[in-house]
């Protein structure tokens, strides 16, 4: 067993809702009053096979990746609740919202109201780097501070990231040229709106071309030894390693690429 991919603290739930196949629970810990965590599944639930795949898996190798790049991700930790396999996410200690109920007027001035603007210009390289396509308003949450304070931005739900489900390669293999372009993992029109050029991205771009490929592998197999494999099958392992090598190697192209068609001279 992997160390430190399980939680040893005491849960207990406080709240559960089922919505489209997908049982959602918060935890309280007991021994941490303070600190709460949303529990999900690791595979999807009442749903055909190419919907499943290994969601946990995806969340925590995510997670340790997104940490490499300084983004604001919280902990994720394997756990079982119910008898079932999943993961915890621990919330955010603050009052939040998600990104589509951002104000016009803050939407068109990200600058001023946030601490670390360039969070989104670092999210924008790691989507495509993991080939996470369902960064959605949904998935951006922003703290409601008072007025005058500068607000925070944070991330969450990598589950549909990396390998995703089976369906996501039913069409398109993940070698396939359309995987290779910026513009379907661009879904917060903010983004676009803070890159003024490639120079803009090309600090972060060349952050993720100095991680290791052997330090993703570390964290691919750290994930796929875990119970021996229960979360992340050697097949699958094998197809995010290779992925993350291809995309790091091709992240300067394709975002020259993005420049060019959109004009960011």
């Known amino acids: 067993m992997a160390v430190g991919y399980y939680s040893f603290?005491?849960?207990?739930?406080?709240?559960?809702?089922?919505?489209?196949?997908?049982l959602h629970v918060v935890l309280q810990s007991l021994d941490n009053p303070r600190r709460i965590?949303?529990?999900?599944?690791?595979?999807?639930?009442?749903?055909d096979p190419e919907f499943r795949g290994p969601l946990s898996a995806n969340e925590r190798i995510a997670?340790?990746?997104?940490?490499?790049?300084?983004?604001?991700?919280?902990?994720?930790?394997?756990?079982?609740?119910?008898?079932?396999?999943?993961?915890?996410?621990?919330?955010?200690?603050?009052?939040?919202?998600?990104?589509?109920?951002l104000e016009v007027g803050m939407r068109r001035n990200i600058p001023r109201y946030f601490n670390d603007p360039e969070v989104l210009i670092r999210m924008f390289v790691f989507d495509v780097w993991t080939c996470n396509h369902d960064r959605h308003e949904g998935n951006v949450l922003y703290t409601v501070s008072p007025s005058g304070t500068k607000h925070d931005i944070f991330l969450i739900d990598h589950d549909l990231a990396l390998y995703g489900t089976e369906r996501k390669w039913q069409r398109l293999d993940y070698t396939h040229h359309l995987w290779f372009r910026a513009e379907p993992f661009l879904r917060l029109i903010e983004v676009s709106q803070l890159v003024k050029s490639y120079e803009t991205l090309r600090p972060v771009i060349e952050t993720v071309g100095r991680i290791p490929d052997e330090t993703v592998d570390e964290i691919v197999d750290g994930v796929h030894e875990v119970e021996?494999?229960?979360?992340?099958s050697s097949r699958e392992a094998w197809i995010i390693k290779k992925m993350l090598r291809l995309r790091k190697d091709r992240l300067e192209s394709?975002?020259?690429?993005w420049c060019d068609e959109n004009e960011k001279a």
Not at 9 to 22: G, I, P
Not at 254 to 257: A, N
């Open 9 to 22: 603290e005491n849960w207990e739930e406080v709240h559960r809702s089922r919505a489209r196949n997908k």
């Open 37 to 47: 965590a949303h529990f999900k599944f690791g595979f999807e639930l009442g749903v």
């Open 63 to 101: 997670y340790e990746l997104a940490e490499m790049l300084d983004l604001p991700v919280m902990p994720v930790q394997f756990y079982r609740h119910l008898g079932l396999k999943g993961h915890l996410r621990w919330a955010i200690p603050y009052t939040s919202s998600n990104w589509s109920f």
């Open 228 to 232: 021996d494999g229960t979360y992340l």
């Open 254 to 257: 394709i975002f020259r690429d």
